[in-house]
């Protein structure tokens, strides 16, 4: 298990689940981006990957919640899927690289993989990494799936890399997080838990050792006690907000 030290970075800031969204503001948008950034927080977003194998900023493996049309995320072209509307707004999905450009080192970035079990992630492993290679921004990558954090390792290790965990969200990828194996073949530099499950002794365990623990999805004044309560830093949106 990696013994280097997590950049200081990562438990200075609150992060906003998805940027800064409300009605009228997609989540996984440059104007939640924005709203992020006025308010003084971090960004967490979420990468799909494009048919053309672009990094694209959305969270769904399907298009209709967010925009309305049928289909996968994954089999359209990304000039494609910045052609669509989110939640009827004049916002849209935008390639990381774009996201990169607007954010452009103000606030730091928790930029989550998504993936699947069985899915081909390295290869969106890569094009993130190939983007993060000139930002000149804080930065760090994570995922459900320990495949991602390990490509880190191998491929671009100077990345700050982390395993988002869950026991309550069904994923596949449910209770990974306690697996030793998976921890030592992964070594993340954090984890981030299911605020649900930050009880856990795995948790505590981890937190105990000096390593950073993140928690999401800080939704209610409850669960934002929570939070403060058991985890460095939080990663949050609507009432869970400060």
């Known amino acids: 298990m990696t013994a280097r030290p997590a950049p200081d970075w990562l438990t200075a800031w609150e992060y906003a689940h998805r ?19 006025a308010r003084g927080m971090g960004i967490e977003c979420d ?7 672009h990094p694209v900023v959305f969270h769904d493996w399907e298009l209709g919640r967010l925009t309305g049309e049928t289909g996968q995320t994954g089999e359209q072209a990304a000039e494609a899927l910045e052609a669509l ?21 103000r ?4 930029i989550e993989i998504k993936s699947l079990p069985g899915y081909d992630v390295e290869w969106t492993c890569a094009s993130v990494a190939w983007l993060l290679d000139t930002y000149s921004g804080a930065a760090a990558v994570m995922s ?14 100077d990345t700050p890399r982390g395993l988002v965990g869950t026991d309550s969200l069904q994923n596949g990828f449910e209770g990974v997080w306690r697996d030793p194996d998976a921890i030592a073949e992964a070594q993340p530099d954090f984890l981030a838990i299911d605020v649900r499950d930050l009880e856990r002794p795995e948790a505590a365990a981890w937190r105990a050792s000096g390593r950073p623990l993140l928690t ?22 609507g009432a869970g907000l400060a």
């Open 144 to 157: 459900f799936d320990p495949s991602v954090p390990m490509w880190f390792v191998e491929n671009a290790p």
């Open 47 to 53: 990468i799909q990957r494009s048919r053309d194998d």
């Open 107 to 110: 606030v730091p970035l928790l």
């Open 19 to 37: 940027g800064l969204h409300q009605e009228g503001v997609p989540e996984n948008s440059l104007a939640a981006a924005e709203g992020a950034i």
């Open 216 to 237: 999401w999805t800080v939704r209610s004044p409850e669960t934002r006690r929570a939070g403060l309560a058991h985890a460095d830093a939080l990663i949050a949106e």
């Open 85 to 105: 509307r989110l939640l009827g707004t004049d916002q849209h999905p935008v390639r990381l690289a774009t996201f990169l450009e607007q954010v452009a080192g």
